[in-house]
């Protein structure tokens, strides 16, 4: 078999990469190591940024966001049990929609199958060969089969633990990493939201999120230590600790219920420089991770899609490759934009262990700033809402 781009991995960048260059008619195959099941009942954040939903628009797949998705004007911040809100509509005339990753997966998924598109699930051993050679492939067995794909570029967009960056030589690459010492215990209930817009808490006990899936799905978060089990904390315990953590408005008038999923997620940021070797290009979490507090995953993950997407429709249509040399460059520039902000949100919003009363104090200082301040308010609604991406 033979194709011009090997896609390695079904996830939402690899989807969103396939649909852009089938539009363009850039021959592609998607190799997902798990079924599509698996992949469509993964339970994933999705706050989109306004250029995610116009790169989405652009594939085809915007009419249920559209109709399902929920916009979101504000945010509200909350620190010692006193809320106040940032006006994103107001501040940056943008706003961000609430729309799960797991909804935009099926949609792509649906459209690529409607038109053709070839994914290959279940595929097993994947392995780029030859990378940067005239005769480059990709290597993977299909119900116990070995099969070979000869292709032109390879796109790495199977995550975090994904071979696609293991096959870089390590001299060849930089990693910058931070661990942070937390996680974030994150349940789903079938309850009203406790407001119509997202509840960023700092707390004395730690950071809590209240967020939501649709009118009658939350999904609430609290930190947590990262020994704790998730079998120590029983409903009962996870809603009072929420509540405490809570503006006491929200605390007062929440909704509780039994969860349905419970997990206890730890937090990192990570970035791999550079995020290309030769004619293997990284995208999303092969190359980056960012904490979930700025809610920046999979915007930064169609960021990178934008980017190598007009890579390769200018080498192909126009015999063009400046902008794929440059992919990394450019990718990294907002990449590095997007980590300084879910550092800033993590570090203003969470307990750290060797936290004092004077760390306290500052974070309360820089809320309390924050919430009188429009230039400090306008500095946060543009990086939430999204940067732009550099016109190419």
Known sequence: MRTKVVIIGGGPSGLLLSRLLSLENIDNV????QSREHV??????????????EMLRLAGVSKRLDNEGFKHNGIELSFKNHGFRIDLKKLTD???TVYGQTEVTKDLYEIIEKENGNIINCAEDVLPQKVGEINS???FKKNGIENKIMCDFVAGCDGYHGISRKVIPENLINVFERIYPFGWLGILSETPPVK??????????????????????????????????VEAWDDKRFWEELKRRLPIEASESIITGPSIEKSIAPLRSFVCEPM?????????????????????????????????FNGLKKHYLFNDDKDLKNYSTRALSRVWKA??????????????????SFDQRIQDSELEYLENSIASQTVLAENYVGLPYEEL
Do not use: C
């Not at 004395?204 to 009118?215: E, Q, V, Y």
């Not at 990284?282 to 991770?289: E, F, N, P, S, T």
């Open 30 to 33: 998607v190799l997902e190591k």
């Open 40 to 53: 469509q009942g993964r339970i994933r954040a999705g706050v989109l940024e306004n250029g995610t939903i």
């Open 94 to 96: 943008k706003h961000v």
């Open 137 to 139: 492939f990709v290597t």
């Open 196 to 229: 119509e817009e997202l509840i960023y808490a700092n707390h004395g006990n730690g950071f809590a999120l209240a967020s939501m899936r649709n009118n009658n799905l939350s999904r609430y978060y609290i930190q947590t230590s990262l020994d704790d089990r």
């Open 276 to 308: 290309n070797w030769n004619n293997l290009f990284l995208v999303g979490d092969a190359a980056h991770i960012v904490p979930p507090t700025g809610a920046k995953g999979l915007n930064l993950a169609v960021s990178d899609v934008y980017y190598l």
């Open 339 to 356: 980590i300084r902000f879910s550092w800033w949100m993590t570090t203003t919003f969470h307990k750290f262990p060797e936290q004092t």
